[in-house]
C-alpha cells in the first residue's frame, strides 16, 4: 500500500500529538505501508504500528521507535545508525544489510528475524531475543549483548571482537568461524554450541558453561589451536 508525502506528513503530525496526548492525535498506523527509501530520519515514532511496512533504504537514523511494533517488516539496507530502538517488537523482520552501527536495541524481540550482513558496531543490545535468528556475517564488534537470548542463533562468520556477550544464553548457537576475539563470554551458556574454527584469542570464558560446546579447530583464548 502507497502513501503520499503530504499524508505521511500529516500522520507524523498526529502521532507527535497522540505522544504529547494532544487533542486530535491519534497513533501512527503505518502497518503494511510502502515506505521504501522514505525520509524517516529523527522521527519520532514512539509506540507507532509499522508491522510488515516496507521500509527497504529508508533512513531511519537518530529514529525513535521506542515500543514500536514492527513484526515482519522489511527494513533491509535501511540506515538505522544511533536509533533507538528499545523494546520494539521486531519478530520475523528483514534487516539484512541495515546499519544499525550504535543503535539502541535494548529489550527487543529480533526471533527468527533475518540481521544477516547487518552493521552493528558498537550497538547496544542488552536483554535482546535472537533466538533462531540469522545473524551470519554480521559485524557485531564492540556491541554490548550482555543477558541477550540467543538460542540455536547463526552466527556463522559474524565478527564479535571485544563484544560484551556476559550472561548471555548461546546454547545450541553455531558460531562457526566466528571472530570472538576479546569477547567477554563469562557466564555466559554455551552449552551445545559450535565453535568449530572460530577464533577465541583473549576471549573471556570464566564460569562460561561449556556442556557439549564443539571447539574443533578453533583459535583457544592464549592463541593456540583446539
Not at 71 to 78: E, F, N, R
Request: charged fraction near 25%; hydrophobic fraction near 45%.
Amino acid at each position: 500500500m502507497n502513501i503520499t508525502k503530504e499524508e505521511l506528513k500529516d500522520v507524523l503530525l498526529r502521532h507527535k500529538q497522540w505522544l504529547s496526548l494532544d487533542e486530535g492525535g491519534e497513533c501512527a498506523d503505518l502497518s503494511g505501508i510502502d515506505l521504501s527509501e522514505a525520509n524517516l530520519a529523527g522521527a519520532n515514532l514512539a509506540g507507532a504500528d509499522l508491522s510488515r511496512a516496507n521500509l527497504t533504504r529508508a533512513d531511519l537514523s537518530q529514529a525513535n521507535l521506542f515500543d514500536a511494533r514492527l513484526t515482519g517488516a522489511d527494513l533491509s539496507g535501511a540506515n538505522l545508525s544511533r536509533a533507538n530502538l528499545s523494546r520494539a517488537y521486531m519478530a520475523r523482520s528483514d534487516l539484512a544489510r541495515a546499519d544499525l552501527s550504535e543503535a539502541n536495541l535494548s529489550d527487543v524481540n529480533l526471533v527468527r528475524a533475518n540481521v544477516s550482513e547487518a552493521d552493528l558496531v558498537g550497538a547496544t543490545l542488552t536483554g535482546i531475543n535472537l533466538s533462531n535468528t540469522d545473524l551470519s556475517n554480521t559485524d557485531l564488534s564492540g556491541a554490548t549483548l550482555a543477558d541477550a537470548i540467543l538460542a540455536r542463533a547463526d552466527l556463522t562468520a559474524a565478527i564479535l571482537a571485544r563484544a560484551d556477550l556476559s550472561r548471555a544464553y548461546l546454547a545450541r548457537a553455531d558460531l562457526f568461524e566466528a571472530d570472538l576475539t576479546g569477547a567477554d563470554l563469562s557466564e555466559a551458556n554455551l552449552t551445545g554450541a559450535n565453535l568449530c574454527e572460530a577464533d577465541l584469542t583473549g576471549a573471556d570464558l570464566s564460569r562460561a558453561k561449556l556442556d557439549n560446546a564443539e571447539f574443533a579447530g578453533a583459535q583457544w583464548i592464549d592463541g593456540t589451536k583446539k
